[in-house]
């Protein structure tokens, strides 16, 4: 059975400050409808403007994520997105006051802990992946950056870090989305601030939020005593440490803490892809701009791949119904038979097969010099494939037969001649009702769609 979208059970409120705003922030993550996918509203500004969670609208990665639209602006969405993501929710309306989303203890704990107590409902839409099927990067050589995926029939992803710090060391960390993996070894995981990098922080007007609840601060030198006292009147802790080491009020929650943080980031920002991969993805030295530019580079090849079936035919692979199943099904026999395979069926969608041979008897007259597939038998094969799917809803499918009510939108875009494989890919546009059957239908010829139709059948038992 495919997986359905989800969204949140009801509402929730979070409260907090803000990390470079330091101003109080409400916050309200609300249920939204399927497809409608995550989206951030202004509810402090007129109108309210909605700005949608995708890389397309990203505007500034300088010390956490920023998206826009208009004179909108939603900053350090990253770790509330990785939540989102971590949790199942596919789509949530998000309503903040202010510019940026509460920073609360600096990692995504308090939003996963939320998100469980409030729980997550089924859709009826069916969750969106898009399936990696080749080998994309990204590289910054300046920095040292460099994000790639792979094809995989899963998500996973390595982080690699290395801030060239006696402190942090070379880190490593590996997310393999298992149960309860994103709960327990990344979500805790706290945001972190080397301490050379504070004074320009703040002379830039920025973490008017930090504090040693919310951050992890690495000292990399020991710190003088006139130093010491300016971070205690920053932070409102006394300083935990006089030499090299970890500015926290709290112990590292992990030997690995920062690249673990890095891949919470990694995971939020990817979110912003729009839809969950399958790939594995592995990345050396990430940050937001990387990121973001990674999930550009994915959202481009989506766009790209739009108009490409969701599936790969392999000719090697075993159908899940084979000439023979079909023939037991379908009440259509050769010359008019004209389905080989059924490759993918669920309650919801099929996938069919076609060889074009130049035995097949259309070829004589259709035409002498330019044998080329008739168009209405190209919907008539599409049809037959259909027709298993809705047959598949029956104990005894060679006691029923489907016939056609309506043929809308057909459109004939390039020609199929001997020698090409056709691919049918047939979805329901609506639940069956009452034996009425319809369909969006697609042809395709390897990455080329053919022909498209909407089809509407009924089911009804054959007379004996």
């Known amino acids: 059975m495919a997986e359905k979208q989800r969204t949140l059970a009801k509402d929730i409120t979070i409260k907090g400050k803000g990390l470079h705003t330091g101003v109080e922030i409400v916050m309200t993550i609300k249920p939204a409808e399927a497809g409608s996918g995550i989206v951030f509203s202004r509810v402090d500004l007129e109108g309210a403007p909605k700005i949608k969670a995708l890389a397309d609208f990203v505007v500034d990665t300088s010390r956490g994520t920023t998206i ?16 989102l993501w971590g949790c199942g929710v596919d789509n949530a309306l998000i309503e903040v006051n202010a510019p940026e989303v509460p920073i609360l203890d600096g990692s995504a704990k308090i939003y996963i802990e939320k998100i ?64 309860g993996e994103f709960k327990n070894n990344i979500a805790p995981c706290r945001t972190f ?41 920053i932070f409102g802790h006394k300083n935990t440490v006089s030499t090299c080491g970890y500015l926290n009020s709290e112990p590292l929650r992990h030997q690995n803490e920062i690249a673990r943080h890095k891949m919470l980031d990694l995971l939020g920002d990817l979110a912003l892809v729009g839809a969950r991969i399958k790939g594995r993805v592995i990345a050396m030295k990430p940050g937001h701009h990387g990121n973001t530019e990674f999930a550009k580079i994915i959202r481009k090849q989506m766009k790209a ?46 996938v069919g097969i076609k060889n074009v041979t130049m035995n097949e008897p259309f070829f004589v007259g259709h035409f002498p010099e330019e044998p080329v597939m008739p168009g209405v038998l190209v919907v008539e094969a599409m049809a037959q494939c259909g027709g298993i799917l809705a047959l598949s809803f029956v104990d005894d499918p060679e006691n029923y037969s489907t016939y056609f009510l309506k043929i809308d939108n057909v459109r004939f875009k390039h ?6 494989t056709l691919m049918f890919v047939l979805e329901l546009s609506e639940p069956i009702r009452r034996g009425i059957v319809a369909m969006n239908a697609k042809a395709y010829v390897g990455d080329t769609l053919v022909t498209e139709a909407e089809l509407m059948a009924q089911v009804a038992k054959t007379k004996k």
């Open 68 to 83: 826009a639209s208009g004179q909108a602006r939603v900053s350090t969405i990253e770790h509330l997105m990785a939540s």
């Open 116 to 179: 469980e107590e409030t729980g997550t409902v089924e859709q009826e839409a069916e969750r969106v992946y898009y399936n990696i099927d080749k080998h994309l990067e990204y590289t910054d050589e300046e920095k040292g950056v460099h994000i790639e995926v792979y094809p995989d029939d899963k998500f996973s992803a390595n982080v690699n870090v290395d801030f060239n710090s006696k402190v942090v060391g070379r880190q490593y960390a590996v997310f393999c989305n298992k149960e």
């Open 193 to 233: 601030v080397f301490l050379h990098e504070i004074k320009p922080l703040i002379d830039n007007g920025l973490i008017k939020g930090g504090d040693l609840d919310n951050a992890i601060v690495i000292v990399e030198h020991p710190i003088p005593e006139e130093e010491s006292a300016k971070l205690t009147e």
């Open 305 to 350: 791949d739009a108009g490409k079936p969701a599936f790969k035919y392999d000719p090697n692979a075993t159908p899940i119904y084979d000439i023979n199943r079909i023939k037991a099904t379908l009440p259509h026999r050769p010359p008019f038979l004209l389905v080989d395979k059924i490759i993918h069926l669920t309650d919801k969608s099929v």
């Open 415 to 420: 020609k199929i001649v001997p020698g090409d």
